[in-house]
């Protein structure tokens, strides 16, 4: 049994037991302008960034790449419903799917140059696993 889900459980039943009910600031935005835990050399530049609503390269990288993948699953998704496995069209689709991926795989690498902490790397995708999930109809977490 792992901490985050003994907190999962306690925060679950927190919540349905009201001890989350009228909270200070209930309803409202939370407000996390607290730049005590970044580095004071790098805090003007995180003021900067977030007041332009701007974030890190390798951040909108990560998200260019979530969009990226949804847009081809969700493609591939949409022709799957329509075509049988032995279509030439879901053929074709396959093919360039398989070559969308190996792009998103190149952003992937380039990705994990980029983040600051190795936890941020993200994995390669298999793409004829992504096929199969797609053809199942995985739920499309990553």
Known sequence: MSFAWIAEQRIEAAIEAGEFDNLPGAGRPLQLEDDSLIDPEWRLAHHLLRNAELAPAWVELDVRIRREL??????????????????????????????????????????????PLEQFQRRRLDPAREVRRVQRGDPQND
Do not use: C, H, Y
């Open 70 to 115: 949804e847009a081809a699953r969700r493609l591939l998704a949409d022709i799957a419903a329509r075509e049988s496995e032995e279509s030439p069209i879901w053929g074709r689709a396959v093919t360039v799917f398989f070559q969308r991926v190996e792009k998103i795989n190149q952003q992937i690498e380039l990705l994990n140059l980029m983040v």
